[in-house]
Nanobody, 126 residues
Framework: QVQLVESGGGSVEAGGSLTLSCTASTVTDKYAMGWFRQAPGKEREGVAT???????????HYAASVEGRFTISRHNAKNTLYLRMDNLKPEDSAMYYC?????????????????WGQGTQVTVSS
């Protein structure tokens, strides 16, 4: 079982940027990886995902609300997943969670991910 630890959250003004990191306790190439977020009073939602290295899934997938602004990437040698967030908007404010799955998940579906970090807070002011 993999343990995940997020970092890099903080408070920024609208239009600013942040990069989140997720460090895993083991190698990440056998996992599908994803970033999810949850704002107060709302359901957890998918933000971006990467498939397993051997998956038939093509590559990255993004929620429509972040397409063109967020970039997900993975550094396998460091067992680390990243989420670069540019042109942040107030509606991006949420707790951001790193997640992992041993199978091919339906992209952005919370129930298909098995392991979760504790989250890192992102707050974007107007």
């Amino acid at each position: 079982q993999v343990q995940l630890v997020e970092s890099g959250g903080g408070s920024v003004e609208a239009g600013g940027s942040l990069t989140l990191s997720c460090t895993a306790s083991t190698v990440t190439d056998k996992y599908a990886m994803g970033w999810f977020r949850q704002a107060p009073g709302k359901e957890r939602e998918g933000v971006a995902t990467l498939p397993r290295l051997f998956s038939r899934r093509g590559g990255t997938h993004y929620a429509a609300s972040v397409e063109g602004r967020f970039t997900i990437s993975r550094h396998n040698a460091k067992n680390t997943l990243y989420l670069r967030m540019d042109n942040l908007k107030p509606e991006d404010s949420a707790m951001y969670y790193c997640a992992a799955s041993l199978r091919d998940p339906v992209v952005l579906r919370v129930a298909d991910f098995d392991y979760w970090g504790q989250g890192t807070q992102v707050t974007v002011s107007s």
